[in-house]
């Protein structure tokens, strides 16, 4: 999408469409209950406000100059891939929970956190399944999300999804 308008004056038609091809990206992605982050120069993404508001602030103060990527509104990064190094993880090997956790070791986190890592190790994920525990469930979903860039905000309907689908 072109960013240009950004750096136009804010009375010009092509600023107003800017703002509102924003608008609309920022309804799509991030926006619930019609609020949403504002990057006007003031706000710097640091306030909530209705998408009326939001454009009101656009309109009248102006655009972060620097914020062409939107990444307060659930853009991803264009990040540079290494050619040849994708490869489809094997979940089928054995995992090593256990020493993972025996190598960061308690002293590394309180108490209470170590005995729920441990505890999580080796509970099941739901009563029944053998091949996963609470713990391996969730690296292996946060591996997953790492793996394909997943948005936080996708990564939680996932998440949603699977609470609704599991017993």
Known sequence: MDRSWINTPRISDSYEKGVEEFIQFAKH???SCNNGRCPCVYCLNGR????????????????????????????????????????????SVDDRLEDM??????????????????????????????????LSAVLRLMNLKAMNGWTDKSFTKLLQLLKDMLP
């Open 29 to 31: 992605n991030v926006v």
């Open 48 to 91: 909530i406000l209705s998408v009326s508001e939001i454009r009101e602030h656009l309109l009248c103060d102006g655009f972060l100059k620097n914020y062409t990527t939107w990444t307060w509104h659930d853009e991803l990064l264009d990040l540079p891939t290494v050619r040849g190094a994708s490869k489809e993880v094997d979940f």
């Open 101 to 134: 956790i025996r190598d960061v070791g308690a002293e590394s986190f309180a108490n209470a956190v170590f005995e729920n890592m441990s505890n999580d190790s080796e509970t099941p994920l739901y009563p029944g399944l053998t091949n996963f525990t609470r």
